[in-house]
Structures are given as C-alpha cells and as structure tokens.
C-alpha cells in the first residue's frame, strides 16, 4: 500500500527538522566524508594536500605502534568493561538497591566520580601513585604490601590507568542498573518465593534474565567508550613510560595534532570506526540470539 | 555470596539475620572508602603547607591548615575566568541543543512525511561514529572560519542537537496521547504552537533529562576544547587545569586547589539537582 503524504505536513517536517540536520550535516555526515578522502592524502596543514592512494592504509599495517596500541586498547576493553562495566556497578547497585539504612549516602559518593572533570581526577591519581610520597604505597606499606611504581612502571601503568578509569565510571553504570533493578516487578520475586525458590535460585533465574538487556547496553556503550580511551591517559601518561599506555585513540590524537600527519590520522581514525562498528554489530547479533527484550 | 544474601534483602526479609546485613555494611563502606579517598586527599593535601606535602609517613590531616594554595593557585589560573567560560558555553548549547532537539523530535514522532525512517536510522547511526573521526575535520573546518580559540569554536558545532538528544525525546512523544494534538489542531494552532504550548509542556521530566545530559557533556568535554582552543583566558574548565603542566611542576598544594575549584561547581549543582540527575541519568541511561 503506497502511503499518502500531506504536502503540508511534509513541509512542516523539514523545516522542524533543518535545525538538527543543519547539524547532522555539516558536523557529523561531512566530516565522516572528509574524513575518509582524506584518508587518502597527505597533508600537514600548512602545504596543499597529496593524493597518495591507500598508502596510509598501507602503513597502518605496518607500523609497530599501531599494532602496540591496538594490543592496549584491547586488554583496556577486556579489563575495563566486565569489571568496571558490569561486574562492580552491579554488585554495588544490588547492595545499595536493600532497603538499608544509609544507602543514599553511599549513592551519593558512588556517583561522585562521574561528574569529576578527568583533569582533576588524572591530577589527584597522580599524586595519589607518587611512588616515594603518594599515599598509595603508604597504606600498602601499612598492609605490608610492596610499593609499586604504578605510572612509571612499563608492567603496570596500563593498569594503573585501568584502576582510575573504573574509580571514575562504575558509579555511573551503577545508577543504570540501580534504574533497572527497581524496574523488575515485585511479584516476580513474591512468585519464586512461594515457590520455594531460594536467593541464588532468584538471582539466576529472574534477576539476571531481566537485566540482560541493561546488562547489554552497558556493555555496547563501554566498548564503544573503552575503544576511545583518551583523557585519562592524555592526562597522566601521554602513552607512557616508554609506550606502554599508548591507547589507539592516543596514537590518532597524536598523528593530527602533535604530529601534524592529517591524512595519516585519518586513515587510522576511520580503521577504529570501522572496527567498532563491526564489533557492535556482532553484538547486537549475539544479543538477538540470547536476548528476548519481552517483559 | 554477597550478590545472593543481598538480593534476598531488597525483596522482603527472608534473611534478616544480621550477620548479612554486616556483610553488606563491610562492602559499602569499603567501597566508599576507595571512591573517596582520592576526594579527600585532594583536600587534603589541598589545605597542606608546602613542607608537609612531602612529609613521611603522610599527614592524613592538614596540621596546620593553610589556605595559601588556594591564593596561589588562583593567582597562576584564573578560574573565575575558566568557569564564565564553561557557565557561556553550557548555555548555549543546552538552549540550543533542546530547541533543536524538540522540534526534529516531534516532526519524527508525529509528522508523517517521506524518508522519515531512512533520515532517522541515518542520524542516529552517527552515534557510532568515534568523536576522533569528526574531530579531524571539524578542526581544519573552524581552522578555515578563523574560529581558533574562540567561543564560537565552542558553541557552534554542538548547538544544533544530537541524535541521542532528538531519539530521547522522540520516544517521550510517542506516549503523549494523540488527542491532546488532534483537539489544538481543531483549535487552530499551527506546528509551532502545538510544540511550544502542549508539547514541551507536557515534557518537563524528559526536557530536564536532557538538559541535565546536555550540561554533564559540555562539562566534561575534553577532546574538542582541547583542540580548538590554545589561550589560557579561552579555557574552559574541563581543560583549565592542564595549563598546570609546566607552570607548578609537582607543587601538589596548589594542583589539588586547582581541582577543588574546578569541582565546587558540579557538587553543588549535584547536590542541589540530585533527584534530577538520577532521574535524567536512568531515562537516559536505559533508552
């Protein structure tokens, strides 16, 4: 059946919509162009832009920090999401989801991180990993744990990182959940019971299930997130020591405007779009296998 | 463990016993302990004397307390300056951001017309797109304008609405009854009208949302300040204390004032608008 449009009603549309359009094209769909011709030149600001062809393309296969960067980014993903993603913010949304006292003081501190600019939170770590005056390797020592070098040691900077960056957004993740659990009606719970279902039978069979889709949310949204790390580490290590926190985004960020090399960041911004719109993709299909969105 | 006790918590006492009750207790105030840890030894060192930053083993309390790093650190930055800066530039692009949003919204919700689902599927897979991609261009874009280190540079490229913004609002519509639209129409009112009179009305809790997500991006925006603007006096907040590198190497009394400063806007907009945040933050959050 071919639907009929009102010629007003469709005028109307496209003047309401021109505003955001306005915006769609020329700061999101012509960038995203640009951005892929581009990717094809050289071009360092200052003199006329080349056409080399895939040469970028060519490069990004072999150049070594590429592929450093590209290894780090992925253990970030692979630390940052379970644990700072769902496994934290959960655990901390089922416990200040009890009808105890105080939980609103505890909400409030969880959350705390999330409106910290990274700035000040990246200057406070800082400090706090001080390896002769941070307090950090005070209360290890206290506990009789070893001091650790945390931002100057190769081995653990990336983690050091990971640690800030889950400090700074499990709290967030945790209000989603908290959202989602009170969503999750009661007589679910009252029905399991009279059953005779016990808490962990409860948490696997209803709790669980009804999460799945915010579970999935957050984590489509902290991959994608987690693929773009940057001011964090922009902030405390610009990549090192050496180049052991060189994140993908970092590697791009520095190509354009340390380096000038716009044609080469590109290439390269557009191979990380490429990726997270396959990775993204592939969850969403895992998730319509698993997932039944039906309440 | 603690996820199986705690659930039979919440959901009417099946266990009360107190031993659980304790167990919970022992998670939450460890966890607020390492959350705020770091707030309090801002602080902290904050108030300190410069001979006592040092100090080993740490003072855990400034003794005696000094404010001299507070006098310095707004003697090297001007965050008076830095906060204008980032108060101008939130509310341009909330105001902006929320026109835009509302009216591309409705037109979606309600508007029939042709490529309606194409032009919204296309908009909103933009989402996807990593900021890094658009930021090249963009840059040599406001480059070309001459808006380096300009308000403008701020402002203009995020004033015109957002995909998620415009899909926020438009699931909103969908649940205002079409009746109310039907019943102005009849009444004479034109588009405009509809959405200024009844719409936006009606759409308080989903406006403020919005607004509330607006203002936490602009405030947390990095990347893009970062990038257009050069001057100390053009900073905005999310980027004013990175002109501390270089200029009070490891003078951590002043640093950790610097970041007091630049959180007091924010716990104080928090505080006073908490219901809201949570709120926007769970209707934003779950969409």
Same mark, same amino acid.
């Given at each position: ?17 021109? $505003? ?10 012509? $960038? ?13 600001l ?25 290894? @780090? ?15 934290? $913010? ?36 800082? *400090? ?17 744990? $070893? ?21 700074? *957004? ?27 279902? @016990? ?97 | 463990?603690?996820? /199986?006790?705690?659930?039979? #918590? ?34 902290? %060192? ?5 001979? /006592?930053? +040092? ?50 919204? +409705?037109? +979606? ?28 261009p963009?840059f040599i874009l406001i480059k070309s304008f001459n808006w380096i ?12 609405? %957002? ?95 610097? #970041? ?28």
């Amino acid at each position: 059946m071919k639907v009929q449009y009102n010629k007003h009603e469709t005028l109307s549309a496209y003047l309401l919509l021109s $505003p955001v359009m306005v915006g769609f094209l020329v700061f999101g769909l012509l $960038p995203i162009i640009a951005s892929l011709l581009l990717s094809f030149t050289k071009w360092d600001l200052f003199s006329a832009p080349q056409w080399i062809g895939i040469t970028n393309f060519v490069e990004i296969f072999r150049d070594k920090l590429v592929w450093l960067s590209l290894w @780090n980014t992925i253990f970030f993903v692979l630390l940052n999401v379970p644990l700072g993603g769902v496994i934290i $913010p959960l655990t901390l949304a089922i416990l200040v989801n009890q009808k105890i006292k105080g939980v609103n003081f505890f909400r409030t501190i969880y959350f705390l991180p999330a409106i910290t600019l990274s700035v000040s939170a990246g200057f406070v770590w800082s *400090w706090m990993y001080n390896p002769e005056f941070g307090i950090i390797n005070y209360i290890f020592s206290l506990l009789h744990l $070893p001091a650790q070098r945390w931002l100057l040691s190769p081995k653990i900077a990336l983690i050091s990182l990971i640690i800030v960056n889950i400090w700074k *957004w499990a709290g967030y993740n945790m209000i989603i959940f908290l959202a989602a659990l009170k969503g999750i009606p009661n007589n679910y719970y009252e029905a399991a019971r009279i059953d005779g279902a @016990n808490s962990w039978q409860i948490f696997k069979k209803i709790t669980l299930p009804m999460l799945l889709p915010t579970i999935f949310f957050v984590v489509v949204i902290s991959v994608i997130g987690s693929f773009q790390f940057f001011d964090l580490v922009y902030i405390m290590t610009q990549g090192g020591p050496g180049d052991a926190t060189m994140v993908y985004n970092l590697y791009i960020y520095q190509n354009a405007f340390k380096f000038s090399r716009m044609g080469y960041a590109a290439a390269l911004a557009w191979v990380l779009f490429v990726l997270i719109f396959f990775i993204t993709l592939t969850q969403m299909k895992l998730s319509k296998e698993r997932i039944s969105y039906e309440y | 463990m603690n996820i /199986n006790q705690s659930i039979s #918590a919440s959901h009417k006492k099946i266990y009360t016993g107190n031993w659980f009750n304790a167990l919970s207790y022992l998670i939450l105030f460890i966890g607020a302990f390492l959350v705020a840890l770091p707030f309090f030894w801002m602080l902290s %060192t904050s108030l300190k004397e410069p001979a /006592n930053i +040092f100090a080993f083993p740490p003072q855990w309390f400034p003794a005696p307390i000094t404010f001299g790093n507070y006098y310095e650190a707004i003697t090297v930055l001007p965050f008076a300056r830095f906060l204008l800066n980032t108060i101008l530039v939130a509310i341009f692009i909330m105001i902006g951001q929320i026109l835009s949003c509302t009216l591309g919204a +409705f037109a +979606f919700a309600r508007l029939k017309f042709p490529g309606s689902d194409l032009i919204f599927s296309m908009y909103l897979s933009t989402l996807m797109v990593p900021e890094i991609v658009r930021i090249i261009p963009n840059f040599i874009l406001i480059k070309s304008f001459n808006w380096i280190d300009t308000y403008k540079a701020l402002i203009v490229p995020n004033l015109f609405g %957002t995909a998620f913004g415009t899909f926020l609002l438009r699931q909103f519509f969908f649940t205002i009854p079409e009746e109310l639209i039907e019943a102005a129409k009849l009444d004479g009112y034109c588009v405009l009208r509809i959405i200024f009179k009844i719409i936006m009305p009606l759409s308080k809790p989903a406006l403020t949302s919005l607004g509330i997500y607006v203002l936490v991006q602009v405030w947390n925006d990095f990347m893009w300040p970062l990038t257009v603007i050069n001057s100390t006096e053009m900073k905005t907040l999310a980027i004013g204390l990175t002109s501390f590198q270089g200029l009070v190497v490891n003078n951590w009394g002043v640093i950790m004032a610097g #970041a007091v400063y630049t959180m007091v806007p924010m716990v104080l907009v928090f505080l006073f608008a908490q219901k809201y945040f949570i709120e926007g933050m769970t209707m934003t959050g779950l969409k």
